[in-house]
């Protein structure tokens, strides 16, 4: 079973920042971080694969960083410059190597970011 933990989110002022963690076992492709917002569908923030390669929502490029720590199965999400719509809970998504034979991606449980105006 791979487990997926997050930790991280809270309140904060608009202009402030945060960092979201995500540990997760198994042997992990790519790791990201989605959102979902009330009444709205769940969106790709950031993810990053094995070699590095990162990619960001247009919303987050330039305030946004994500950073993975592959010896630890880990990845962060550093958050700066946050505005109220970025208000949303945050969820850990963890791809795996296709030779796993384990497709289908494991998400965490979600860690809520609330950003005040």
């Known amino acids: 079973q791979v487990q997926v933990e997050e930790s991280g989110g809270g309140l904060v002022q608009a202009g402030g920042s945060l960092r979201l963690s995500c540990t997760a076992s198994g042997h992990i492709y790519r790791l990201g971080w989605y959102r979902q917002a009330p009444g709205n569908q769940r969106e790709l923030v950031a993810q990053v694969t094995s070699t590095g390669f990162k990619n960001y929502a247009d919303s987050v490029k330039d305030r946004f960083t994500i950073s993975r720590v592959n010896g630890d199965n880990k990845v962060y999400l550093q958050m700066d410059r946050l505005k109220s719509e970025d208000t949303a809970v945050y969820y850990c998504?963890?791809?795996?190597?296709?030779?796993?034979?384990?497709?289908?991606?494991?998400w965490g449980q979600g860690t809520q970011v609330t950003v005040s105006s």
């Open positions: 998504k963890v791809k795996l190597f296709a030779t796993t034979g384990r497709p289908a991606p494991f």
